[in-house]
Each structure stands twice: as structure tokens, then as C-alpha cells.
């Protein structure tokens, strides 16, 4: 289990990510239900964000056990929208259960909020989380970083802007690191430095970082473009079919025991 941070580690944390000085700590506290966990996802967790980006908060939280027994239908997944400032967030936050039934699947997208470094507000229960995570990995999971790409391809088709193609790039690249490693790597300069990737790329990020509706043509030609993300999903291809990974989740167990424990106990404070 990786070692928890304090408070102050943790905003030192979201500061170096280029996270604006808002009072996250308020959003949490602003919650019906507690939190389980809170986390920054988005444009900071992958290491593009421009001066113009809004804060993507990620996170589950607790419903009570009545919430779940009567005939009411449960709110398990909410979203809030928001401006602080200048500053544009959104929080999506799902009950454990949903939550834990959307890590079963082949879901690289909670799994990367689960693991995010940039963590406005923990407790023990996502610690378990944490700790089964390595046991919520699969194979298929390269499926979600393909159809992710390709959706961000076709847009970045259409429109030219930097941000669709920097997530191509991203996810293509974590999950060609996922397959390799067993480990999921969101942070897109992290991947540049750990595998062979298009030079170019830290010249995007940072015309990104300018302008978070800038275009690529000044950067790259398309035609090259084209090609190195065919290799990449090529690449992809190949390393899922040499992955160690499993075909099947192993914590199913694990995680139905923890969401028990936690619904009848209620989520811990803060640390």
C-alpha cells in the first residue's frame, strides 16, 4: 500500500500539478453524504493543463444503508458544476458500489481516478481501494484505451484542436504502459520519458498550456500525425496480445467484503 500523504503534502501536490489556489477542501465538506474519496482527474492528472482548464474532481461516496432498502431509487452516481473565481469545476462522484462495480469492468478511467496522486480528500476505505487495485487489472483493459483514442481521434479530426489530440496520444501511450508494466500511467510526460513516443509531443503540451483551444497544424504535419498513431494503436495491439495481465479481475471478493464493511461501519475521517 502506498504511503498516505498528509494534508499539506497533498496541496504541495496539487500546487506542483498547476491546480488554481481553490479551497477544494470546502467541496468535500459541502457534501450530502461523505466522501469516500476525492480526487483531481483531467487535463492536471494527464500533465497538460492550460491557464484556462477547469478542475476535474473524481471521487465515491457513502450512501446510507437506507438509501439502498426502500423503494426509493438510489442517487449513486452525482454531478455538480461550478464556478469558483475564474475557475470552472466539476465533481462527479459515484456510490462504492457503483463504483466498485465500474472498477470490475474494463474501465482504465476510474481506475486512473482511483490511483490519481492529485488527492483532495482520503480515507482508509480508499486505501483498501488502492491496495486492490493491482488485482482489478486485465487485458481487456486495452479495449478502453482504444475505443478511448478513437473517439479523441475522430474529434481531433474534426476540429484540429490540441486537447482531443493530446488525449489520442495520452491514452494510446498508457495503455501500451499498462500492458508492459501491469501499472497505470496517465501522466503524459511521465510516459514520454518511460517509452519511445512521438517527439513532438512535449511541443504540443506546451501550445497547449498557451492556448486550450489551440490547433496542431503549427506544430506537426497531419500526414505524420496519421502514421504515429496508427504505430501507436499497432503497438498497442501487440502488447496486449504479449501482456501478462489476466483475462478476469481476482478482487470481486475482496471488494464485496470491503463495501459491506464500509457501508455498516460508515466511511472514516479524513486523514
Known amino acids: 500500500m502506498r504511503e498516505t500523504p498528509t494534508a499539506a503534502g497533498r496541496e504541495a501536490v ?9 479551497d477544494l477542501g470546502a467541496v468535500v465538506a459541502d457534501q450530502d453524504d461523505p466522501l469516500v474519496f476525492a480526487t483531481v482527474s483531467g487535463a492536471h492528472l ?26 426509493h431509487e438510489p442517487e449513486e452516481t452525482r454531478t455538480r458544476m461550478w464556478d469558483e473565481g475564474r475557475t470552472e469545476l466539476d465533481l462527479v462522484s459515484h456510490d462504492l458500489r457503483k463504483f466498485a462495480r465500474l472498477l470490475l469492468r474494463r474501465n482504465g478511467y476510474v481506475l486512473e481516478q482511483l490511483l490519481s496522486p492529485l488527492v483532495v480528500h482520503t480515507t482508509p476505505v480508499h486505501e483498501e481501494l488502492i491496495a486492490l487495485a493491482p488485482d482489478l487489472l486485465t487485458v481487456h483493459h486495452a479495449h478502453h484505451y482504444r475505443g478511448f483514442a478513437t473517439t479523441q481521434w475522430r474529434l481531433f479530426e474534426k476540429t484540429g484542436e490540441l486537447k482531443p489530440l493530446l488525449y489520442t496520444l495520452r491514452v494510446l501511450l498508457t495503455g501500451i504502459h499498462l500492458m508492459h508494466s501491469g501499472r497505470v500511467q496517465p501522466h503524459l510526460p511521465t510516459l514520454v520519458g518511460e517509452l519511445a513516443a512521438p517527439a513532438y509531443i512535449p511541443e504540443l503540451i506546451a501550445a497547449k498550456e498557451a492556448a486550450e483551444h489551440g490547433t496542431a497544424g503549427a506544430v506537426v504535419d497531419p500526414a505524420r500525425l496519421r502514421t504515429d498513431i496508427e504505430a501507436l494503436h499497432a503497438r498497442l495491439d501487440a502488447a496486449q496480445d504479449a501482456t501478462a495481465l489476466p483475462d478476469a479481475p481476482g478482487a470481486r471478493e475482496a471488494l464485496h467484503d470491503l463495501i459491506v ?5 460508515g466511511a472514516s475521517a479524513e486523514r
Request: no cysteine; proline share 8%; charged share 20%.
Open 261 to 265: 464493511r464500509a457501508r455498516t461501519a
Open 14 to 22: 496539487l500546487r506542483a500539478a498547476g491546480l488554481p489556489a481553490v
Open 46 to 71: 494527464y500533465g497538460f493543463p492550460s491557464r484556462d482548464s477547469d478542475v476535474d474532481l473524481r471521487g465515491a461516496h457513502l450512501l446510507p444503508a437506507a438509501a439502498l432498502l426502500g423503494l
